[in-house]
């Protein structure tokens, strides 16, 4: 190729590197020479294009005479102008686009950054990042890039980036290894999405969603605490969910399948009309969705348990969809409302019975003081008049009526709790059987009588009189309730009264008791009749047949030995009255044999009897004078003072009435012994005894005297109070002859 430019190096630079295709030919048309654009045209070798006719090359050329005979033709590449072209778009659009670029070579260096690197590298200019290690800007660069080289050449993940003012911040990294026309590996191109915002988002989301899981794991516990069934009925496919709480409350398998009708059959048969009625007004689109209902179910086992359900329905388009709920047994609240409702109940009976008792009692009190005048003058009547007299018969007639009045109001005092008691502990069982020969009498030959001990009962601490009284009163009921032939039935038994049992007895107390029942055949008594059978005078007998104070003596001595009375009835068929006495701890001793009488005495002692009722505090001087006692009378306690402080001689006893309207008994004594610090003094009272000393008002052993009162106890009493303080013999007192 002699002649042709291409010899000289300068030409021969600018032949190789030209962009155009230039094939060198001779006049023959057979190609000398051929640049790189010239091979890419032809899509062959160097050595492969040369020595080919030029017109074999598939473009169209421009030739021009080189000299020596040698043609330059020129090829124009549309196809790299093209590739061009699209090359300048593409970094256009590289450096507009909203997302970080980079590339960097195979060792980590950066080539070249997009504006949005370095905008959000906190950069000013692409020369500060180009030519730096990539791992001054993404933490673990150098391991990213020997992974994507070891790899498919793809990577994605999440990258710590590190900016200009040292902050730190999470982009989501997608990053691909370059190459060149022959494929071979020359670095990697990296786009970044900072992803701060969707990570404090990703760790929002999670955060809520662990809280929602604690507070659903919290209301999971919560409801498996508090016991509450849940129930989700889906309307369109009539499925229901229970859940295992549920299951348990009503008594169903936990696996097995369960339906609305399955619910339904569960309830009580009493109370499923009013449920269905509550869930189809609750499956009303009219309504308002909302189902609260209190019913009943009946368990596998037969129990009855009070179940309480709410729940909600949603509608969609006018129809019912689904219902959510829960249910929980509310059978303890429930027996506790009807614990409360019969307490309550019998709370204000009792107050009734306590308001009833305070006026019996009073009234008993003043009957007391007007049978001591009348009992006192009649007795001494009948000492003044010869025996022979025509009035002895009447006095005694009169007498006997008026220790009638008095049994009388020792009932009333029973029932009001304020009779005179002297317990003692004994056996039920052997008390009841020394009086079964007088019941025999009492109740006929037409009743059968049937007597069932319970073997070895445990002892009580109970006065004698008082079984008597009850066990009397308690069979001449049963007795009248019996219209013919029929049985009475005395019974004894040793009860353990726990929670249940004081359920059903309101008045009673958790411990031990025996129980003293008598059951009759009789017609029986209706629910009206029980509210009213232990007040006073209240009786279903005929007029003239009983005063109405048996059954409120039996209440009164069961409330004042601590026990509590139960009543069983049924119309037609009989009923059994219970009375519960607690049971005593102590050994049972033998009774110590009586002390025969005290031989009545008088004495010539100084008394002062102070009494606000004239007829009694005349009587009692009267009585008190015939023994042979210097007796002075106070209507009162201005009149006691004024005694006291004006007698010049001794006064060995003050008998006082605890009942006055100034001072009562107790305090009026605390007064005239401070005048008089050796005096002793003496209580009478309508009342028994045990009441004051209960009440706090007197110590035990003060001598003490009950209305109405004999002359002879009178006479006792205040003998062996004075004899208990000043020691005098006997031998020096008056034996009792009362006189006119």
């Not at 019998?346 to 009234?363: D, H």
């Not at 109001?409 to 005179?420: G, I």
Request: charged share 25%.
């Amino acid at each position: 190729m002699a002649g042709w430019p291409g010899e000289s190096d300068h030409f021969r630079v600018l032949f190789d590197e030209s962009p155009r295709g230039m094939f060198v030919s001779n006049g023959g048309g057979v190609i000398e020479d051929v640049n790189a654009a010239g091979c890419v045209i032809a899509g062959r070798r160097r050595d492969a294009i040369i020595g080919t006719c030029i017109a074999d090359i598939p473009a169209k050329m421009e030739s021009r005479a080189l000299g020596s005979g040698m043609l330059l033709n020129t090829v124009r590449d549309v196809r790299r102008e093209l590739a061009n072209d699209l090359l300048h778009q593409q970094r256009q659009a590289v450096e507009a686009a909203p997302n970080p670029i980079a590339i960097c070579d195979l060792t980590g260096v950066v080539k070249y950054v997009n504006p949005c690197f370095v905008r959000m590298w906190g950069y000013l200019r692409a020369d500060e990042v180009v030519g730096r290690p990539a791992r001054e800007f993404a933490e673990s660069a150098d391991e990213t890039i020997a992974s994507i080289l070891a790899g498919r050449g793809l990577w994605s993940g999440e990258v710590k980036c590190v900016r200009k003012d040292g902050d730190s911040f999470f982009a989501m990294l997608s990053t691909s290894v370059t190459r060149n026309t022959c494929g071979k590996p020359t670095g990697m191109i990296g786009v970044f999405a900072d992803i701060t915002e969707l990570r404090a988002a990703a760790e929002a989301w999670h955060v809520a969603e662990e809280t929602l899981a604690f507070r659903e794991d919290q209301l999971a516990q919560v409801v498996r605490v508090s016991q509450i069934g849940v129930f989700d009925h889906d309307h369109l496919t009539d499925a229901v969910y229970w859940s295992p709480v549920a299951r348990e409350l009503f008594d169903w398998d936990q696996h097995e399948v369960l339906s609305v009708e399955n619910f339904i059959a569960r309830v009580y048969p009493d109370d499923r009309e009013a449920l269905i009625n509550a869930m189809q007004a609750a499956h009303d689109p009219a309504g308002d969705g909302v189902f609260n209902v209190k019913f009943r179910i009946v368990r596998d086992d037969g129990t009855l348990r009070w179940m309480e359900s709410h729940a909600r329905t949603f509608f969609s388009g006018g129809t019912a969809r689904r219902t959510v709920g829960g249910s929980r047994d509310i059978t303890a609240n429930r027996n506790a409302e009807e614990d409360r409702a019969r307490l309550l109940e019998r709370l204000t009976q009792a107050e009734k019975m306590e308001s009833v008792g305070r006026l019996a009692g009073g009234i008993a009190h003043d009957f007391n003081n007007m049978l001591a005048v009348i009992l006192g003058y009649i007795e001494l009547a009948l000492v003044d008049l010869p025996a022979d007299h025509p009035l002895q018969d009447d006095l005694q007639e009169a007498q006997s009526a008026a220790r009638r009045s008095a049994d009388l109001t020792r009932q009333l005092l029973a029932f009001a709790r304020r009779q005179s008691i002297a317990p003692s502990v004994q056996r039920l069982d052997e008390t009841v059987s020394s009086l079964l020969k007088m019941l025999h009498r009492l109740i006929g030959e037409d009743i059968h009588l049937a007597w069932q001990p319970q073997e070895s009962t445990w002892l009580v601490n109970v006065d004698s009189s008082q079984v008597d009284q009850v066990l009397t009163n308690l069979t001449v009921n049963a007795r009248d309730a019996v219209d013919g032939v029929g049985q009475v039935t005395i019974r004894t038994a040793n009860i353990v009264a726990d929670a249940a049992f004081v359920r059903r007895h309101p008045d009673a107390m958790v411990g031990e008791y025996v129980m003293l029942a008598v059951t009759d055949t009789g017609h029986g008594m209706d629910e009206e009749t029980l509210a009213h059978i232990f007040e006073p005078f209240f009786t279903t007998k005929a007029p003239g047949q009983g005063t109405g104070l048996g059954l409120a003596m039996v209440y009164g001595i069961a409330r004042q030995n601590n026990g509590f009375v139960a009543v069983e009835s049924t119309r037609e068929t009989g009923t059994t009255v219970a009375i519960y006495f607690p049971r005593h701890a102590e050994v049972l001793t033998e009774r110590a044999p009586g002390e025969s009488p005290l031989r009545v005495l008088g004495g010539v002692e100084t008394l002062l009897v102070v009494e606000d009722e004239p007829q009694v505090l005349q009587l009692t001087v009267r009585m008190l004078r015939s023994f042979g006692y210097d007796v002075h009378a106070a209507r009162g306690a201005a009149d006691a003072l004024r005694f006291v402080e004006s007698h010049p001689g001794p006064i060995h006893l003050a008998l006082l009435d605890m009942v006055m309207p100034e001072l009562n008994g107790t305090e009026l004594c605390q007064l005239l012994c401070g005048l008089r610090p050796d005096l002793t003094c003496m209580f009478v009272s309508g009342y028994p005894s045990t009441v004051s000393t209960n009440r706090g008002l007197l110590a035990k052993g003060t001598p003490y005297l009950q209305k109405p009162f004999s002359a002879s106890d009178l006479a006792r009493t205040v003998r062996a109070a004075l004899d208990r303080t000043y020691m005098t013999t006997p031998s020096s007192i008056p034996v009792l002859a009362p006189s006119a």
